[in-house]
């Protein structure tokens, strides 16, 4: 059940609902907005007849518009182009955890992002201890030393030992660059677009973050240690069988401070004419 219902006091059969529904199951004919039963199995449930409705009569799995943030308080332009401009990849943090509640905010968040057919699987597996992500650490370490001894880095991936020395000689933690945090987007490989999902949904967080004042690091090194070179660390982590890691991000509280946005681009485009 989809639990599609109308406030019929609040409602003025405009027509919204039916004309925004991407699955176009919701009939009006002069009367209220409602959905047929044989017709709810095709529901898409992205909740667009909720968002769209101006008056919010409209409640749709469980989910009723006072439980909405209404759309009257967006950023500016220059204020969207100045986080994105002033987005860094943070390489220094504090030594300390983020608050628990924080932590689940961001997902919270980042979970709205969009993703293939809807499908809304992207599951976030999520380091949030700094004594813990030290633990794993130092257990990759371990299993890349062996690796690095042995021989066994599969062509192209051999860099790993130029880090690794880095590590012995310098103490710089090339894995998780001193962060507290690590978060891993997964997703069954069964959906339509698994990877891109992952990778949107960290997009998402990744801003979000940076406007709640955390730094994050895209961690391509985690991830091909984690996803490439040691995949028993999948199931140390409790990554299911059937998924496939999109990327992994490094977070917390960065020590470090950025002043002003980088000057990237022109954007290199191509007009079909």
Avoid at 46 to 57: M, N
Avoid at 84 to 106: M, W
Avoid at 149 to 166: A, K
Avoid at 215 to 230: E, P, Q, R
């Amino acid at each position: 059940m989809i639990e599609f219902t109308v406030n019929q006091q609040a409602c003025t059969k405009c027509g919204l609902c039916a004309a925004d529904c991407p699955a176009a199951i919701i009939e009006l004919n002069g009367a209220f907005p409602s959905i047929a039963p044989e017709k709810e199995a095709s529901c898409y449930r992205c909740q667009h007849c909720l968002a769209v409705c101006p008056v919010g009569a409209i409640s749709i799995l469980g989910k009723k518009p006072v439980q909405s943030l209404p759309l009257s308080n967006l950023p500016s332009p220059l204020q969207m182009e100045t986080l994105i401009r002033g987005r860094r990849a943070v390489r220094r943090y504090r030594p300390e955890n983020l608050e628990p509640a924080l932590i689940q905010k961001l997902l919270d968040v980042a979970c709205h992002a969009p993703c293939g057919m809807n499908s809304r699987q992207v599951r976030f597996t999520v380091v949030d201890d700094r004594d813990r992500l030290g633990t794993l650490r130092d257990e990759l370490l371990e299993g890349l030393c062996t690796m690095a001894r042995e021989g066994s880095f599969p062509p192209g991936l051999e860099f790993f030992g130029h880090f690794l020395r880095q590590w012995e000689e310098t103490g710089v933690d090339f894995l998780f660059r001193g962060a507290p945090h690590l978060l891993i987007a997964s997703a069954p490989t069964s959906v339509v677009t698994p990877m891109q999902d992952c990778l949107i949904a960290l997009s998402y967080f990744e801003l979000y973050a940076a406007s709640q004042g955390v730094g994050a690091v895209w961690d391509g090194l985690a991830k091909g240690a984690i996803n490439d070179l040691l995949p028993q660390f999948k199931t140390r982590l409790g990554i299911p069988e059937d998924h496939v890691i999109g990327y992994a991000i490094a977070f917390g509280k960065p020590a470090v401070q950025y002043a002003r946005t980088a000057q990237h681009g022109p954007a290199q485009v191509h007009y079909l004419r």
